[in-house]
């Protein structure tokens, strides 16, 4: 996972806890780095890596996904990506895995696979894929996206682009990972309303609009099938859910060091979203296929 320093020392796990391109003690980073670093917690100095393993040990059971995205508005992005029983789907960055489990539990035949950096998420999805009756057509993988090479007829990314450097060189890169005929779901970032200087420095080099987003994936190669966005009743839940479990340790333990820091963690994260991003930073899915090539002499 990623690291945290400066105004980035907030172990806030935001995207899927996804595989990271650079690892812990980097002294130096580009603006997406240092977003994925607020997307991923990791650690850096010993406050925070204090506060990463703490919060690694919760298991947000609140959470389906560590992403805006209500479970209808899942199962619409599902079905446009088209899943067949002849398909295999690779999530890339998968987290705890359950989009992909609800993926393959949907589709009888279908087999997935799960790319993920961070081993107790891996270890999580493989107990879930146990649990319900899928581990003989779910595998979960612990590497880093980087050095994953398969390719696959349906890619799944969400919140995984920092590992190539944002939203634009990662629709770029993910080109070579979906099959010729294939689909790719991808969520990433972008900016609803122009962003303060501090949100630029804290979520780094995003796309101004919605409109440049998709701008970039078809200048990468990519026809745009379908597209939406996380609403704000999305962010809201998602936020609300997220800090839930802080909240809970805080009043069960008021006095003591786990407490304390579980209150500091929850406070900081609320006054960031609702007096910063809230309704600045954008979210939108894309479902992509690759963009006709023209023939020879056309």
Known sequence: METNRGFWSRPLGWIRLSGSAAGPGSNHSTPAQRRSRYFNCSQ??????SDTQFLRNLRHPQL????????????????????????????????????????????????GEG???????????????????????????????????????RVICIGADHVWG?????????????????????????WSRSPSPELVEMFG???????????????AGWKVDYH??????????????????????????PSTVRGQQADRIARQRR?????????????AYLILAHAERSRPGR
């Open 64 to 111: 389906a996904w560590n992403t805006p995205l209500s479970a209808s508005h899942a199962d619409r992005l599902l079905e446009n990506l088209r899943l067949t029983e002849a398909d295999r789907v690779v999530d890339l960055g998968c987290g705890r895995g359950e989009l992909l489990l609800r993926a393959v539990a949907d589709v009888p035949g279908l087999i």
């Open 228 to 253: 939406d966005i996380a609403d704000l009743r999305e962010w809201d839940d998602f936020e609300t859910a997220w800090n839930r479990d802080l909240e809970d340790i805080s009043r069960r333990e």
């Open 44 to 49: 850096h100095s010993p406050a925070v890596a």
């Open 115 to 153: 790319v993920e950096l961070d081993y107790s998420n891996v270890e999580r999805a493989r107990s879930a894929a146990v649990a319900r009756g899928l581990a003989d057509r779910v595998t979960f993988t612990e590497q880093d996206l980087r050095n994953y090479r398969r390719t696959a007829g």
């Open 166 to 190: 944002g939203p634009v060189p990662a629709l770029s890169s993910l080109q070579a990972r979906v099959e010729p005929s294939g689909r790719l779901l991808f969520g990433g970032g972008f």
């Open 205 to 219: 080099d995003l796309p101004a609009t919605l409109e440049a987003l998709l701008a970039a994936s078809v200048s």
């Open 271 to 283: 006054e960031e979203y609702y007096n910063g991003y809230r309704g600045v930073l954008g979210f």
